[in-house]
């Protein structure tokens, strides 16, 4: 009796030592959280819940709640295309490694054949997508755009040899979101961010007899002006 008493006691210390392990444990990732949430607070400004990589993430790995966990994070400090939803990535394979700690982004489950070749004289930019950039239907790797600046009535052309590096798949109009990547001098890096910026960069699919033999859009006409306005193109002889 004495023997199974002890057995019993035994058993009963061994199950309460680990049952405040994990009361301990669970405090001091809630104190964690706590104070987390506080820094947030006094930093100020919008807070959105990220999905974040609990440990070192591999490529291959699949995700799944033991290998990230839902964080606040302040919107403004928030990377690109950040994971706001676990249900939206939960089950899919990373294709780019994600350190512990760090948020998973778009990139991270960038299929490999999307990863673009840059020109050695040029840099690859990326130009967000909305509904007045004009992106032509089925504008793919490989087309050639043109770049024109919209202001004041008035139509320039920024760059006539755009190539596109890549671009959102799916749909045959024109295209309304994401992003698209195009190989750009960089000498004319500043005047497309800058168009993107205020909203006047528009972009032309010309046609083959539109592209000179150098393979971007002739220079003429670069402005022309607004509907009723007298002016004539540069170049033109005005009477």
């Known amino acids: 009796m ?26 001091v990732r809630e104190e964690v959280e706590r104070e987390r949430t506080e820094a947030l607070e006094r930093y100020g400004g919008e807070v959105v819940t990220l999905v974040v990589a609990a440990r070192g993430i591999e490529a291959g790995e699949v995700v799944d709640r033991t290998n990230v966990v839902e964080r606040d994070w302040l919107a403004d400090l928030a990377p690109a295309g950040a994971v706001t939803d676990l249900d939206d990535v939960a089950g899919t394979e990373v294709s780019v490694p994600v350190a512990e700690g760090v948020p998973l982004t778009g990139l991270n489950f960038r299929d490999e054949t999307e990863v673009v070749e840059v020109p050695a004289d040029q840099v690859a930019l990326t130009v967000p997508i909305d509904g007045g950039l004009g992106v032509p239907p089925g504008t793919g790797p490989g087309d050639v755009l043109a770049a024109y600046k919209v202001s004041e009535g008035a139509v ?19 295209l309304s979101s994401g992003s698209l990547t195009v190989a750009v001098s960089p000498e004319d890096v500043p005047a497309m ?46 009477e």
């Not at 210390?13 to 301990?24: E, I, M, P, S």
């Not at 320039?156 to 024109?174: I, N």
């Not at 046609?207 to 033999?213: Q, T, Y």
């Open 156 to 174: 320039r052309l920024l760059v006539g040899d755009l190539r596109v590096l890549s671009a959102p798949q799916g749909g045959t109009g024109v």
């Open 2 to 27: 004495r023997r199974r008493y002890r057995l019993v006691a035994s058993g009963a210390c061994a199950l309460l030592a680990t049952a405040l392990c994990l009361a301990y444990g669970q405090q």
């Open 193 to 238: 961010l800058a168009a993107s910026e205020e909203g006047s960069l528009r972009l032309a699919l010309p046609g083959s007899d539109a592209i000179s033999s150098e393979g971007g859009v002739q220079e003429t006409p670069t402005n022309v002006p607004a509907e009723g306005q007298g002016e004539v193109n540069e170049g033109d002889g005005g």
